[in-house]
């Protein structure tokens, strides 16, 4: 548990609020603590499993300053400032002491259900903040413990007539697994499957609409053998009351509420039916309604597959060496340094780097990689990737909390939560639209019997009609579906987006600006061509370069030594290696001492560069490129060009993003304008910018946003300014630093993804817009079918559950959004 204390600490200079920061994040336990100067307040979060109040307490009074409890805290500043006499004013305070959890809520059917539990649990002394999501099914609520008990909040959601499931703390990305204490490959979790009998034997809902269609059957067959007319009113009865009771619990808690969601809608319907006599349609529309929302409920939690495919990845367990063994332990208690051991066919448990054993990595949960990376001493694995071959032992660097997976899960829970621009809008309109109609339908009730003397049944009959219609569960859940729908499906390709925002302003780009190191380039140096000056061949001097290079860590002897393994040259040994900062090195091979550097090397050797060699340096510089000279006391033998190399898809990304209709493509580096055309022109890019600073790449984001849509492209190291100015942005680096920086991720790198991270978008905009006008026909039709007698109940209901699962599978179409080909 991860409780907050909120601590008011009055009059207090600013060196002493960070003595009193410092000082109580080294308790441990304590996982934050901030205090704010201006307000004189000091937020301390932490374990309460671990760390008791009284001891932050205690900690606070040793720093000069006393806090009490009387009902609540009180503070007590002893100084004015942390050096000097201490001042005895005492200034009474107050402290709030607040909780925080997180719960997964059951049996929601719209957007409307969620709001519900919002404002039941809002009404609860001692609450202070709550929000549900009816994408995620996820609740997370702040509440004062001294007031309000966790056992009062989760019966006050079940009285509302849903389920609920703690999971945790809502501070934590932590997710806890119930599933075999092996790291072998986690098998996913088994979904119910409305097509198998067992799905309706043993879901609550399920049970429900069965006995509601026996009662209805037997009611009718009753009837149609003519026996009395009681009997088949007590089987309608028998469906109406198992159908009915969660329906008008909640309906009822609603009335307390002074809220009208469909539950109480239709609970009043029904009554009515009941009350006109038409006992055969009250048990109809139950039926109907309790067929629509299982179906609904069911075929909308498969859009919430992707993160459940995530929570799966990730073994409870994981094997660690401690000392001369190797122990099976839970995730949690493994610490940072530790090393694990993971055997062939077995997941990684967490995120770690490789120190011994090489093998092939299954990373596509990850990734969207379909192809297996392979993984040698020093690279980076990642927790839930799969082990295909080889014996690994890796380092941990993250504990199970600050997983890559971990991090993914939680962004993607919260941008399946947000709410998109097109959803706020839909929920204004529902706000104001179900109390028109409720007005329509008392009129319609009343106006015509006693303004013009029309029967009653009659005409509250088409009221009760138009009560069932007035719920616009179709219109609110069609914005969410879509979204989560898009999200479930960018996240199993490799594309994260952080909410309903990122993924609607995708479609609408006009302009895309690309960083160029690491995004366009590898960020890393490759061999571009290898020059000889006749005395030796290209061949020769590649392999020397190499040969006398491999004991160097320089990113550039990396590169050359990396290039003469892919040509399978065979490489000597170096004699007398010598290191030579800022110049060079040099080094023996046989008898023959070589030199391989800069020109300033060669220089400070008193070895002379012909004219040939000066045109050949002038000409490497002339691309962009830098010069390695390659020589012997008696002269320079040749060179070898480098420069940061080419991401290998990334003409082809650019190529799928013109495809997509982005035709504007421009490139901002503060590298050198003849290196910026070079790479330009290799891929593809017509614009560029040269010689650049941050603030002037800032700058050029800004003039690109006065004519159209921009979304800005990077790693999100050097070029965060202009990544927050864009309209949208998107981080190809490394996972950490992408989570932090942009609006979409590209887990990967894979620069392709851009482009189907547009259409994905584009393709959302469109389904969430087919969904909103086809359900705001829909209920247009039937609002006028209603008033006019020619819809009955069963109908409306039918309409209004029919229309909600169309917009659902519409949505789910997304699911199956393809890549762009080139």
């Not at 720093?63 to 009490?68: A, D, H, K, N, S």
């Not at 009474?92 to 059917?109: E, F, P, R």
């Not at 009760?464 to 999200?487: G, R």
């Not at 990304?653 to 495809?659: D, E, G, N, S, T």
Request: hydrophobic share 45%.
């Amino acid at each position: 548990m991860l409780p907050n204390s909120n601590l008011l600490v009055p009059r207090i200079w600013d060196f002493c609020k960070r003595s009193i920061e410092v000082s109580l994040q080294q308790l441990p336990g304590v996982m934050e603590a901030s205090v704010n100067f201006a307000t004189a307040k000091a937020k301390v979060l932490y374990n309460s499993e671990i760390l008791r109040e009284a001891e932050i307490i205690n900690r606070i009074t040793g720093l000069g300053y006393i806090v009490e409890h009387s009902g609540e805290l009180k503070s007590h500043n002893h100084s004015d400032s942390c050096e000097g006499e201490r001042d005895h004013n005492h200034d009474h305070v107050k402290a709030d002491v607040s909780k925080k959890l997180q719960a997964k809520i059951g049996g929601m059917d719209c957007g409307s259900c969620a709001k519900t539990v919002e404002v039941g649990l809002q009404q609860i002394a001692g609450v202070l903040e709550v929000s549900v999501s009816f994408a995620s099914k996820r609740m997370q609520i702040s509440y004062d413990p001294q007031q309000v008990s966790e056992q009062t909040i989760s019966d006050r959601v079940r009285t509302l007539g849903y389920t609920f499931e703690q999971i945790g703390e809502a501070s934590s990305h932590q997710h806890t697994h119930s599933r075999d204490h092996d790291n072998s490959v986690s098998k996913p979790t088994q979904k119910p499957d409305p097509a198998s009998w067992k799905f309706w034997i043993n879901n609550r809902r399920g049970q429900s609409v069965i006995l509601a269609a026996l009662g209805l059957v037997l009611g009718l067959l009753t009837q149609h053998l003519a026996l009395p007319i009681w009997i088949a009113r007590a089987f309608y009865g028998i469906g109406i009351v198992i159908a009915g009771y969660p329906i008008a619990r909640a309906g009822l808690f609603e009335l307390r509420l002074r809220r009208a969601d469909m539950n109480l809608l239709m609970t009043i319907s029904v009554i009515g039916a009941v009350i006109l006599g038409d006992w055969f349609e009250a048990t109809l529309v139950l039926f109907l309604f309790s067929l629509g929302t299982t179906l609904q409920v069911f075929t909308f939690g498969r859009t919430r597959n992707a993160i459940s495919a995530l929570m799966d990845l990730t073994p409870p367990t994981a094997t660690v060496k401690r000392g001369n063994k190797e122990v099976t332990v839970p995730v949690e208690s493994v610490q940072v340094g530790e090393i694990l051991t993971i055997r062939p066919g077995g997941r990684v448990a967490l995120d770690g780097v490789v120190i011994s054993g090489s093998s092939a990595i299954d990373q596509s949960p990850i990734t969207g990689e379909s192809i297996p990376e392979d993984k040698a001493p020093g690279d980076t694995v990642f927790a839930g990737t799969l082990n295909q071959s080889g014996f690994l032992e890796v380092k941990v660097t993250h504990t199970v909390s600050d997983t890559t997976v971990s991090k993914i899960i939680h962004l993607v829970e919260s941008a399946q939560g947000s709410r998109a621009p097109s959803q706020q809008w839909v929920d204004r309109f529902a706000l104001v639209y179900t109390p028109i109609v409720i007005l329509i339908a008392i009129a319609i009730a009343l106006i015509p019997p006693l303004a013009f003397a029309q029967p009653f049944n009659v005409w509250v009959y088409r009221a009760l009609v138009m009560l069932v219609i007035a719920c616009p569960c179709a219109l609110v859940i069609s914005t969410p579906v879509s979204i989560v729908s898009a999200i479930g499906a960018a996240t199993r390709k490799g594309v994260l987006f952080k909410g309903g925002n990122a993924l609607e302003t995708a479609g609408r780009l006009t302009t895309f600006a690309f960083d160029k190191t690491g995004t366009i380039t590898q960020g890393l140096p490759v061999v571009q061509k290898v020059y000889d000056l006749g005395k030796v061949s290209a061949n020769m001097v590649l392999q020397i370069a190499a040969s006398v290079e491999q004991q160097s860590e320089h990113p550039l002897s990396k590169a050359i030594v990396a290039k003469a393994h892919e040509q399978g040259m065979e490489l000597e040994a170096p004699i007398n290696f010598t290191a030579l900062p800022g110049k060079g090195i040099q080094a023996n091979l046989r008898e023959q001492l070589y030199f391989i550097g800069n020109q300033r090397l060669f220089l400070d050797q008193g070895i002379r560069l012909s004219g040939e060699a000066e045109s050949l340096l002038a000409e490497i510089e002339q691309l962009g490129q830098i010069p390695v000279l390659v020589g012997t006391n008696e002269g320079l033998l040749g060179a070898i060009a480098l420069s940061d190399g080419i991401r290998l898809e990334a003409t082809e990304a650019l190529r799928q993003l013109k495809r997509v209709g982005l035709k504007r493509l421009v490139m901002l580096t503060g590298d050198r304008t003849a290196v910026a055309k070079q790479i330009a022109q290799q891929v593809g890019i017509t614009e560029y910018r040269a010689e650049l600073l941050p603030e002037d790449k800032l700058e050029e984001i800004q003039l690109l946003r006065r004519v159209g849509v921009v979304g800005m492209v990077g790693d999100g190291i050097n070029d965060a300014p202009a990544l927050a100015a864009a309209d949208i942005s998107f981080a190809v680096g490394g996972i950490d630093i992408a989570l932090e920086t942009a609006d979409v991720v590209i887990v990967g790198s894979d620069l392709r993804r851009l482009a189907y991270a547009v259409e994905l978008s584009r393709r959302t905009v469109s389904v969430i817009q087919q969904n909103v006008v086809f359900s705001l026909i829909t209920k247009g039709l039937f609002l006028l079918l209603g008033t006019f007698g020619f819809v009955g109940l069963a109908v409306a209901v039918l309409a209004d559950t029919g229309t909600s699962l169309l917009v659902t599978a519409n949505g789910m179409r997304l699911f199956k959004t393809k890549t762009v080909k080139d």
